[in-house]
């Protein structure tokens, strides 16, 4: 069972927007910043959000992350085929004094 | 262009051990953190543990499942982080990924993964 919890799954349809939830505690999210990651399938993951909301270069701004307290979200605007992935969110966790990944949403594109 | 390779992996009886290499290039290693991260057949990420910059004393954290068991350790003359993992588990079976990370006073920006090595730990 994963430190951090995310819907095992996620669907929509090509151009809809898509949100997958991330939901953590006060030692994980609620004081450290969050990543997301794009695992497409057979490859590495790929960082997508950190930061809790920023873009590394290359990435389309129709992803976007935003946190809230212990809570963080993933936005997928504009869907499109080629989202079809997994996605983890992370983060540090203070009392475990590591990191800690979200069990990982698999994103299906209708 | 950035490069990160994992080598080291392969088929080991439980109770042995084997040392996972990590060669980079391309960026400022010796500014990275390098993690590890393994990913068991079908199933999600997860952290094993990260060594920081000899600027930050290459401090080394672990996840509880190793702790005692892997070694995390770089030579930043070689470009290079090592993973060694003794008394090997059956559930320690997974692919190994190296991820070179730079990181700034508040968050890290960057994140180089490499494409993962296989360990599988089997009689």
């Known amino acids: 069972q994963s430190v951090l919890t995310q819907p095992p799954s996620a669907s929509g349809t090509p151009g809809q927007r898509v949100t997958i939830s991330c939901s953590g505690s006060?030692?994980?999210?609620?004081?450290?910043?969050v990543y997301w990651y794009q695992q497409l399938p057979r490859t590495a993951p790929k960082l997508l959000i950190y930061?809790?909301?920023q873009r590394p270069s290359g990435v389309p701004d129709r992803f976007s992350g935003s946190k809230s307290g212990t809570s963080a979200s993933l936005a997928i605007s504009g869907l499109r085929s080629e989202d079809e992935a997994d996605y983890y969110c992370?983060?540090?966790?203070?009392?475990?004094?590591?990191?800690?990944f979200g069990g990982g949403t698999k994103l299906t594109v209708l | 262009e950035v490069q990160v390779v994992e080598s080291g992996g392969g088929l080991v009886q439980p109770g042995g051990s084997l040392k996972l290499s990590c060669a980079a290039s391309?960026?400022?290693?010796?500014?990275?953190?390098i993690h590890w991260v393994r990913q068991a057949s079908g199933k999600g990420l997860e952290w094993v543990g990260r060594?920081?910059?000899?600027?930050?004393?290459?401090?080394?954290a672990y996840a509880a499942s190793v702790k005692g068991r892997f070694t995390l350790s770089r030579d930043d003359s070689k470009n290079t982080a090592y993973l060694e993992m003794n008394t090997l588990k059956i559930e320690d079976t997974a692919v190994y990924y190296c991820?070179?990370?730079?990181?700034?006073?508040?968050?890290?920006?960057?994140?180089?993964w490499g494409q993962g090595t296989l360990v599988t730990v089997s009689s």
């Open positions: 930061g809790n909301n």
């Open positions: 391309g960026f400022a290693f010796s500014g990275s953190a």
């Open positions: 006060r030692s994980n999210i609620g004081s450290n910043y």
């Open positions: 992370a983060a540090w966790d203070d009392s475990l004094s590591g990191r800690v």
């Open positions: 060594i920081k910059r000899k600027a930050a004393s290459s401090a080394t």
């Open positions: 991820v070179a990370r730079l990181c700034g006073d508040a968050y890290c920006y960057s994140d180089y």
